[in-house]
């Protein structure tokens, strides 16, 4: 698979589950992984917590963006789109940057997660 | 320096020298490195002639988030602000996000540089 490729399969699974049941991201991430959710630092299992504390979420991604990293093993990710929180009508738009690293062919894990909301408004 | 002021510094660093005059970015960039602008793809020293073919451009930031990469010569710098292109006076939101990769003491390129504005919402 391409970098694309992964990138959008990534993309895809990541916000599916995440709307569906946060808890399944759980594999995503490892102890070394970071989350900087609208400024506070979280990391490795504490991810999961912080991601299911927000509660019920509807993501709609706009756009993808793919880059290779410093190191063959990597990939950036840039997403920008909306999302609805709670019961929320107004979706607030959304920007996020994943680095995943390879753990193996085809496999990968979520080393850098930076989210921040209301970009755009 | 700590990842934090690194990043702050750079920060100040790239938009100060984007705003004033673009052709001066040049040195913080190497071949390898990459700009997707708006999904645009460029690299090398096509970057700065696309940023300068931007025209009069004057950024604010508003949050900067910093987390260390994969591997320990790197960091990942992730901004939000508003942009005025132009001789336009409404502010456009704008996110962007960076990797800076170490090249001795002190001293970093941007290996990755991916930039999305909010219009076409």
Known sequence: MSAEEVAK???QHFYN????????LGGL????????????????SGIVEKLKSIGKVTHTVKTIDVQPSCTPSAIMIFV??????GGETNPLHFCEMFQLVSTGPGAYYVHNDV???NYGL
């Open 9 to 11: 399969a990534f993309v």
């Open 17 to 24: 589950t995440f709307d569906a049941d946060a808890q399944q």
């Open 29 to 44: 991430f490892q102890s070394s992984s970071m989350l900087t959710f609208e400024g506070q630092q979280v990391q490795g």
């Open 80 to 85: 920008t789109g909306s999302v609805q929180i």
């Open 115 to 117: 989210f921040r909301l």
